[in-house]
């Protein structure tokens, strides 16, 4: 546009000015928004490898018990046959991402292991009042 001649044309100018910057901020924020949407993958795959190189601390005897569970299983199991730098290397990362696991999970599992408890106590109880009917007779 022209050089504004008049006081109203400066205020004009100055409005069409105002309304473009709104209009590109919103373009810009709505680039970005979709920018975030696209690295969305990259930024889940790095936060899981952030896991697997970084152990959760304050897990307590479910860490722990996990962790003997990964030094069973993996290390004498699954790679009873290879090198010792496998050995070394896999269990490790397999503890450091369990115990984030873990973490996020303490509540679920603590219900889990309780209740199985739970359900054992139950049929205890039914199967020594059956028994104790048996006896009775």
């Known amino acids: 546009m022209n050089k504004p ?3 109203n044309e400066l205020l004009a100018e100055k409005a069409r000015l105002k309304l473009l910057i709104k209009e590109q901020q919103q373009i810009i924020h709505e680039d970005f ?3 975030k949407q696209e690295l969305e993958p ?6 899981n490898v952030k896991k697997l190189f970084s152990k959760e601390t304050g897990g307590g005897l479910l860490t722990l018990g996990a962790d003997k569970l990964i030094d069973i299983v993996v290390r004498r199991v699954l790679l009873a046959r290879s090198g010792w ?3 070394l290397i896999v269990p490790a990362l397999a503890k450091n991402y369990t115990s984030h696991v873990v973490d ?3 509540g679920k599992i603590m219900n889990w292991i309780f209740s199985f408890f739970k359900n054992k106590k139950k049929t205890d109880a039914s199967t020594s009042q059956q028994s104790e009917g048996v006896v009775e007779k």
């Open 33 to 35: 928004n979709e920018i």
């Open 5 to 7: 001649r008049t006081y």
């Open 85 to 87: 730098l496998a050995k």
């Open 104 to 106: 996020d999970n303490k």
């Open 42 to 47: 990259v930024r889940k795959v790095l936060t």
